[in-house]
């Protein structure tokens, strides 16, 4: 079967081939960088790795751009809240981003653009819109008039027709002549940093800078855009009504978006104590192979839970995969080939790449991966895995994890994990009822080694790290 996806668009699964010759032409919305990204933000950024890996594993050649908002509301204030430039100022939480993807294994696209490095095309789109008469300005600010495009809503199904005025769709301060139009350049406020150019000084909306980087450097009509499902409404959708105005062409083919992420339940949040960065969950002593693989072992297309639970399931479940691979490099097999050994083999890697082109049910690919691990291994336990049988075993696994990419152990982080302190903890307050105090004191000193400090209390033992 076919490489298909499930396109926001037609809201059907489409078979998937890019238009023009082997090139995948793809454009994805980047991080805002105004403070470090949070789990919520690298569920979509690990599904984009995944997809990236898939295309790839079809043969083909990948063109993919990221844009980096560099500059938007949030930033100007920040920035200027800590006497800092822009400049200065986001490209601490650029760093930070891409360090964070690295740490992930997240594939850095063939471009990513910053926003602030492309605000004289912006200000031409802008331009050419307005010679299009689909602008207005207001109080030296450029609205989008939404008006005048007629399609727009058709990615997000909403229905526009109706008076919408008063139902503010897109939050700012500004004046606009209907609530559904968009500031494509906003005019600085006191104090602000803002562009001198031909429109007047001010900065670019947030919109007009996929539009224009993405037309900029893949053409006028994408393979795939894709992103998170909040981006649908109204980022994607007024995207998509800025450059067809500009183009007049369909501006995506297939628009992906991956779904909400939860945390024990609930929607993530600072006010609820449960919103972390990627760096908390590393400073709790999580290995990030553990944090890729559960972020990316749920459909993109389902909400995902995120549970302490289940980061030590996947840690538990790639601790499986290193040891099926260390038998499989290590241990002496008879000569030949075990009986079906290596039908058992090609079914689970057809079962494997036929979940991934099922619109990348990664779900299911896992479960036939494991279906398989469990299977050889008895097979190795029995006798009738052979030495012949390992070399299709290996290639198996490395045609997983080309896309996964969990097994290779990260070195540079050997933080004990939660777990292990409680664990410990549990031993150390068990060492002391039998009153053998010389383990316990031990145990407190192979904890403080570790930077945890524990802390007797009359509630029982707290421990913080240092
Ligand atoms: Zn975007």
Redesign the pocket.
Known sequence: MALRFYNTLSQQVEEFLPAHDNTVRMYT?GPTVYDFAHIGNFRSFTFIDILRRVLRSHGFRLDHVM?ITDVDDKIIRNAVAQHKSLEDYTDAYTRAFLDDCKTLRLERPERLTPATSHIQDMVEAIEKLTAGHHTYTSDGSVYFRIATFPGYGKLSHNDFSGNLAGARVDVDEYEKADARDFALWKAPKEGEPAWQTAIGPGRPGWHIE?SVMAIKYLGETLDIHA?GID?VFP?HEN?IAQSESLTGKPFSRFWMHAEFLMVEGQKMSKSLGNYYTLRDLLDRGYQPEAIRYLLSSVPYRKQLNFTFDGLQSAATAIGRLRNFKLRLETDKYADGSGAGMSARTEKAAHDFVEAMDNDLNTAEALAAAFEYVRDANSAMDSGEFRAGDAAAALDFLGRFDAVFDVIEPTTATNAISDSEIESLIEERQAAKKAKNFARADQIRQQLLDQGIILEDTKSGVRWKRK
């Open positions: 919305c844009n996929c992103g981006l980022h995207e």
